[in-house]
Nanobody
């Protein structure tokens, strides 16, 4: 079994910053892609951004230039630095990881979600 544990959400004013963290633990052979999705009330879950194992990143157009994804391979962790936050960034943010487990199967995992609210 693999668990993804997120932290770092909260309430922030427009223009502020937050940093989300996600750490994976369990029967991990290799972590491939790690990333972040978000889901606002009444909307579908959408990709925010992702980072591959070799360091390539991609972002949704709505967050380019404001959000940065980074990984710490030694800690099996991924981070989302969010700057210049806007009210429309309000959502539950989910960590996602594509992991090769110790049985050599590739499995996708989700974190429990963390609420980010941008409001004055």
């Amino acid at each position: 079994q693999v668990q993804l544990v997120e932290s770092g959400g909260g309430l922030v004013q427009p223009g502020g910053s937050l940093r989300l963290s996600c750490a994976a633990s369990g029967s991990i052979f290799r972590i491939n892609t790690m990333g972040w999705y978000r889901q606002a009330p009444g909307k579908a879950r959408e990709l925010v951004g992702a980072a591959t194992g070799d360091g390539n990143t991609n972002y949704a157009d709505s967050v380019k230039g404001r959000f940065t994804i980074s990984r710490d391979i030694t800690k099996n962790a991924v981070y989302l630095q969010m700057n210049s936050l806007k009210p429309e960034d309000t959502a539950v943010y989910y960590c996602n990881a594509d992991i090769t487990v110790t049985t050599r199967l590739n499995v996708g995992y989700w974190g429990q979600g963390t609420q980010v609210t941008v409001s004055s």
